[in-house]
């Protein structure tokens, strides 16, 4: 195990009526906000109204800047870093799923900045150059990117359709409201995009080269199989409380890094599925869905112990398959049915994408990967995989 530090100073208020909170704790931290959001589902579920209604309450004034959309855009994030400056914003809420979130970090941060917003995200060594940012808080309303309480934050560049991430502690929100009942009325395809985005989280932070992590091991396994236990429950039971929050729980869990300390994962299969959203604007929990089962194919071999261990611990194969490449292989094919059984594509051919820009998003995604690294060449055979 590495040495590390862990710091994430998020508070979490978890549970029924959670978002009606909202304003006591946004008052801690300003009073003026930048309210920030997607589009209308918030305002039809009733989640607008309440956090409208706890702001007044604490005396928090607010400008609203609406339009997130999946793979959040930087153009809307530059709005609303102007936004923040000509209103004196100081704090900004984000109210919605990961893309609401990601965008509010990168407005907290380019509202606090004299640099353009993506000096930031288009070469991840700047980070350290981020001098602060205005306190974010979340309403969470979709439990998948685990932004809520994470360093991270991905934006894309519509000049080119660049999809570039940002980790920085000023990025961590002051506090997440996490009711889940605010997700009954999520569709079924989200619930499962939510779901494998969650489970990819926890398998980047799996594939590691790092000896002796077997307390981490063991979390990050019990949280996969959880993913894998509730996620078609959800499905079938889309009001069921007790369901909904043993996601919404793992959600936050997987990425709000605990279940990576003293360990090293790779993250190149993220790398690579930020290609296929960022061009074809695809869901990110789908195109995870399509390249894992891909990527795990190509590198198995590479770290075959780590991969068995994985196809016994977490996708229950037998031992009693007798070799490794059997053994491994049931695993991918279990893991690629699940994601077929919550109804995600696992080809891009079902995600309606072709092979005539293959080559060019391996050599925009390479070289990527922190166990295993992979170079263009080999990001393009795990697309071919995944045709």
């Known amino acids: ?23 006591r704790y946004a008052a801690q931290h300003g009073k003026k906000a930048l309210l920030h959001y997607g589009g209308g589902s918030i305002k039809k579920n009733g989640v607008y109204d309440k956090v409208v209604e706890s702001l007044r309450v604490a005396g928090v004034s607010f400008v609203e800047l609406g339009g997130v959309r999946p793979n959040p855009r930087l153009s809307l994030v530059r709005e609303g870093i102007a936004l923040c400056k000509r209103e004196k914003a100081d704090l900004v809420l984000a109210v919605g799923g990961g893309s ?59 000049q080119g359709w660049y999809k570039r991430g940002l980790n920085s502690e000023a990025l961590i929100p002051r ?21 494998a985005d ?11 080269t790092v000896e002796h ?14 993913v894998l236990n509730y996620a078609p429950l959800a499905q079938k039971h889309p ?23 003293g360990r090293i994962g790779d993250w190149g299969s993220h790398a690579i599925e930020h290609e296929l959203s960022g061009v074809y604007d695809i869901a990110h929990g789908a195109g995870l869905a399509i390249v894992l089962p891909a990527w795990m194919r190509y590198v198995w071999d590479r770290m075959p ?31 690629e049915r699940f994601f077929r059984s919550i109804g995600l594509p696992t080809r891009l051919s079902e995600a309606n994408i072709a092979d005539d820009r293959l080559r060019e998003m391996a050599d925009k995604a390479g070289p990527v990967g922190n166990s295993i690294p992979l170079q263009p060449d080999d990001i393009l055979e795990i697309y071919t995989l995944a045709l």
């Open 213 to 226: 992590v077997d307390l981490s091991d063991r979390l990050i396994e019990a949280a996969m199989r959880t």
């Open 175 to 195: 506090f997440a409201m996490v009711n889940p009942e605010s997700n009954y009325t999520l569709p079924a395809y989200q619930t499962a995009c939510g779901c």
């Open 100 to 158: 609401a979130i990601d965008s509010a970090k990168a407005i907290a941060v380019g509202a606090m900045s004299e640099k353009d917003i993506w000096y930031y995200y288009e070469d991840r060594a700047h980070a350290k150059e981020i001098t602060g940012a205005l306190p974010v808080g979340v309403v969470l309303t979709i439990p998948a990117a685990g932004s809520e309480s994470s360093i991270n934050s991905v934006i894309t560049n519509e």
């Open 198 to 208: 969650i489970f990819a989280h926890l398998l980047e932070r799996y594939f590691t």
């Open 305 to 335: 112990n780590r991969f068995m261990q994985f196809a016994v611990r977490v996708m229950d194969v037998d031992l009693s398959f007798n070799a490794p490449d059997l053994v491994v292989g049931e695993g991918i094919d279990r893991l």
């Open 1 to 23: 195990m590495r040495d590390f530090t862990y710091y994430n100073p998020t508070r979490i208020i978890f549970g029924r009526g959670a978002e009606e909170k909202t304003g």
């Open 239 to 261: 009001q069921d409380y007790d369901i909904r929050a043993e996601i919404n729980w793992t959600g936050t869990i997987a990425h709000n890094s605990l279940l990576d300390r």
